[in-house]
């Protein structure tokens, strides 16, 4: 049988091995990481293009709308309007609120009147099985058919607007903090739609 020997006796080489192997994994996985950034980008912007098309199925152009800062000074991701053969169809408000886990993007479709026709949830960090039941059919059927004059609220009505009409939304159970993200990022896209007006 080999004698082994003692740790303190090996001196610095199995530190010095250990620091090399991490070095070498954390430059393939950066390296891999910087390789993908090009198609990582193209994917995303193809998956907002296919979520356009289901809010604007007829729409065969989507242009930027130049907007002012909302007086909430809440930042937008996306404005745009939504046109089919030249007629406008709508518009496409994308805006991102703190859930229970990171950043819940909520992409929001308005007639040229105000009504709400749909949203959408973006790719987020809630939890399975609870948070991540804001992206289901169920829960995002209750701001089908809304109005941009609504304000939303699924636990606890904070509106400071008396022009708006409160509407309270059905919260997921066990979810309130990603069903109020929700919330909140459709009342950031109402208010840029009612900036419209201004």
């Not at 356009?52 to 809440?74: C, M, N, R, W």
């Not at 859930?99 to 992409?107: A, D, I, M, R, S």
């Not at 004059?149 to 919260?171: G, H, M, S, V």
Request: hydrophobic share 45%; net charge negative; aromatic share 8%.
């Amino acid at each position: 049988m080999a004698k082994r020997t003692a740790l303190k006796d090996r001196g610095i080489m199995p530190a010095l091995v250990l620091f090399v192997i991490c070095l070498l994994a954390t430059t393939c996985l950066a390296m891999t990481y910087e390789l993908t950034a090009e198609r990582r980008a193209r994917l995303e912007q193809e998956a907002l293009m296919a979520n356009k098309q289901i809010l604007f199925s007829t729409a065969d152009e989507f242009k930027p709308v130049d907007y002012q800062a909302l007086p909430s000074g809440h930042e937008l991701e996306l404005f745009e309007a939504a046109y089919a053969n030249g007629e406008l169809q709508g518009y496409l408000i994308q805006a991102s609120v703190k859930g229970y886990g990171k950043l819940v993007p909520v992409l929001s479709a308005f007639d040229p009147e105000g009504q709400l026709l749909a949203i959408l949830v973006g790719d987020n960090d809630e939890t399975a099985g609870l948070g991540k039941r804001i992206e289901e059919d169920e829960f995002r059927a209750q701001f089908s058919e809304q109005s941009a004059f609504n304000y939303y609220y699924a636990k606890a009505q904070k509106n400071a607007n008396p022009e708006l009409e409160p509407l309270q939304i059905d919260a997921i159970s066990g979810a309130t903090i990603s069903s109020e993200a929700v919330c909140e990022a459709v009342n950031i896209a109402a208010e840029a739609f009612r900036s419209l007006e201004d």
